[in-house]
Nanobody, 119 residues
Framework: QVQLVESGGGLVQPGGSLRLSCAAS????????MYWYRQAPGKERELVAT????????NYADSVKGRFTISRDNAKNTVYLQMNNLKPEDTAVYYC????????????WGQGTQVTVSS
């Protein structure tokens, strides 16, 4: 079955950095786009970053452009989110996501990893 396992969250001071990882299994990772979302308390889940299957194209929410970088290693079935110059408003639970064709398109989520930016 499809599994997405995030790691790398934590508490960091404003201006600091974190690198999130998402280990994927149960599907042919190299064939699919991968996504990072986040959800802050009391807010809707929002798309943060997208990467194509071959890493040739990435897209970012305006709020993180220039600070976050999504990447992937298809040999390790892992997608990353490098987060630099973190701000308190980046505080959220970060989720890895894959949209996989199983007849219809099915959206799979990891359990999430908490990122807290605070002094």
């Amino acid at each position: 079955q499809v599994q997405l396992v995030e790691s790398g969250g934590g508490l960091v001071q404003p201006g600091g950095s974190l690198r999130l990882s998402c280990a994927a299994s149960g599907f042919t990772f190299s064939r699919y786009f991968m996504y990072w979302y986040r959800q802050a308390p009391g807010k809707e889940r929002e798309l943060v970053a997208t990467i194509t299957s071959s890493s040739d194209t990435t897209n970012y929410a305006d709020s993180v452009k220039g600070r976050f970088t999504i990447s992937r290693d298809n040999a390790k079935n892992t997608v990353y989110l490098q987060m630099n110059n973190l701000k308190p408003e980046d505080t959220a639970v970060y989720y890895c996501n894959a949209k996989i064709r199983r007849g219809n398109i099915v959206s799979y989520w990891g359990q999430g990893t908490q990122v807290t930016v605070s002094s």
